[in-house]
T-cell receptor, first 122, second 115 residues
Framework: GAVVSQHPSWVICKSGTSVKIECRSL??????MFWYRQFPKQSLMLMAT?????????EQGVEKDKFLINHASLTLSTLTVTSAHPEDSSFYIC??????????????????FGPGTRLLVL | AQKITQTQPGMFVQEKEAVTLDCTYD???????LFWYKQPSSGEMIFLIY??????QNATEGRYSLNFQKARKSANLVISASQLGDSAMYFC????????????FGQGTELSVKP
């Protein structure tokens, strides 16, 4: 299957600092990338949808100014957690897809997930 | 309202036995896809199986099969011949085809396989 990488795999930072997480599709061009957050023992919650060259679409309740998403190329999207606080500590996971902007029925393409980034804010 | 519901927070199964993980979904769309993912303790999301809303036959992938009952809006995952390595969190997810490809996940089921 297609390969998606994330960097860093884990990060510890002080409260008030900003942290940037990279998501790269290594062997395909991803028109769309998704960012999820997962707290321990909970499900993945979609934060935002990132389309190359355009502004990200955030889910309800997700602060745009706190979670800055940039999708500058077809292989790279970044999530910056600005002024991180302990409550932002979580597992952040991205996924990438070659999904067309117009949904096509019966496509079996899945989202290809990165390995995730564990963020701990002290 | 929950779009994807997994009612079993945890399940136990004996090694080599079969197990069914439940998933029900809620959508008014005609075109959608249903997915199952496995998440071991390392955190990676492993794609297991996919079922399209228009597929008439239940999807199968090796030891995984999806029991798709469209009228009941259920998409249960059946794992046959459980192995110790199957112990993990399992998530059911839905993609509504007019929503730009995003996935909505259920709460997950933690499966433990006993030797």
């Amino acid at each position: 299957g297609a390969v998606v990488s994330q960097h860093p795999s884990w990060v510890i930072c002080k409260s008030g600092t900003s942290v940037k997480i990279e998501c790269r599709s290594l062997d395909f061009q991803a028109t769309t990338m998704f960012w999820y957050r997962q707290f321990p023992k909970q499900s993945l919650m979609l934060m935002a949808t990132s389309n190359e060259g355009s502004k990200a679409t955030y889910e309800q309740g997700v602060e745009k100014d706190k979670f800055l998403i940039n999708h500058a190329s077809l292989t790279l999207s970044t999530l910056t957690v600005t002024s991180a606080h302990p409550e932002d500590s979580s597992f952040y996971i991205c996924s990438a897809t070659t999904w067309d902007h117009i949904a096509i029925r019966n496509l079996t393409e899945t989202q290809y997930f990165g390995p995730g980034t564990r963020l701990l804010v002290l | 309202a929950q779009k994807i519901t997994q009612t079993q927070p945890g399940m136990f199964v004996q090694e080599k036995e079969a197990v069914t993980l439940d998933c029900t979904y809620d959508t008014s769309d005609q075109s959608y896809g249903l997915f199952w993912y496995k998440q071991p303790s390392s955190g990676e999301m492993i794609f297991l199986i996919y079922q399209g809303s228009y597929d008439e036959q239940n999807a199968t992938e090796g030891r995984y099969s999806l029991n798709f009952q469209k009228a009941r809006k259920s998409a249960n995952l059946v794992i046959s011949a459980s192995q110790l390595g199957d112990s993990a969190m399992y998530f059911c997810a839905m993609r509504e085809d007019n929503q730009g490809g995003k996935l909505i996940f259920g709460q997950g089921t933690e499966l433990s396989v006993k030797p």
